[in-house]
């Protein structure tokens, strides 16, 4: 006796069934890492992405910025450096300018004649007194100027160096 057994039908079943869980797990693996990118923007990507924004501002105009990151995590931490840092630059500038207006009130008020030069000779700031002495009207500004042929206008045929000694002589 033989018996035959035709398991077409079942193995059809089975492979159908093994498709269909795939396919199922394909869908599901899809979704968890749409569900994981989503995640990662939110809480890596959009966070580093405000504080680009945040040090892009910094650079283009240095006032107070405020972290816009609230969290406790290192990009909160960061984004809290990135307020100190803005605070700390937003200060200094304010007390480089208070400087600067209080020395140039100073040296405007001098009677007298004030001229500061750097070491190619270049006239770098003088006050009004200073004009007076050498008979140059206020608004012709020498700044940027040779102090050298300023001061010694009527002596052009010497060189530089016979003008210092001129100038430290007389």
């Not at 270049?122 to 300023?150: M, V």
Request: charge should be negative; proline fraction near 4%.
């Amino acid at each position: 006796l033989v018996i035959i057994y035709d398991l077409s039908p079942q193995i059809k079943k089975l492979s159908n069934e093994t498709l269909t869980l795939v396919i199922d797990l394909i869908v599901l693996s899809l979704l968890i890492t749409l569900i994981m990118l989503a995640m990662i923007h939110f809480r890596l990507l959009r966070p580093i992405g405000r504080l680009r924004l945040m040090a892009k501002a910094l650079t283009e105009s240095p006032i107070y910025l405020p972290s816009p990151l609230h969290t406790q995590d290192e990009l909160g931490e960061l984004g809290q450096a990135f307020s100190t840092l803005s605070k700390t630059i937003e200060s200094s500038l304010n007390t480089v300018k208070n400087s600067e207006q209080h020395l140039s009130l100073i040296m405007k008020s001098m009677t007298q004649g004030l001229i500061g030069f750097d070491n190619q000779g270049l006239c770098r700031f003088c006050n009004p007194a200073s004009h007076q002495l050498l008979d140059i009207a206020l608004s012709d500004s020498i700044i940027d100027q040779p102090i050298l042929s300023t001061l010694l206008k009527e002596q052009q045929s010497f060189t530089d160096s016979e003008l210092y000694l001129q100038l430290f002589i007389n």
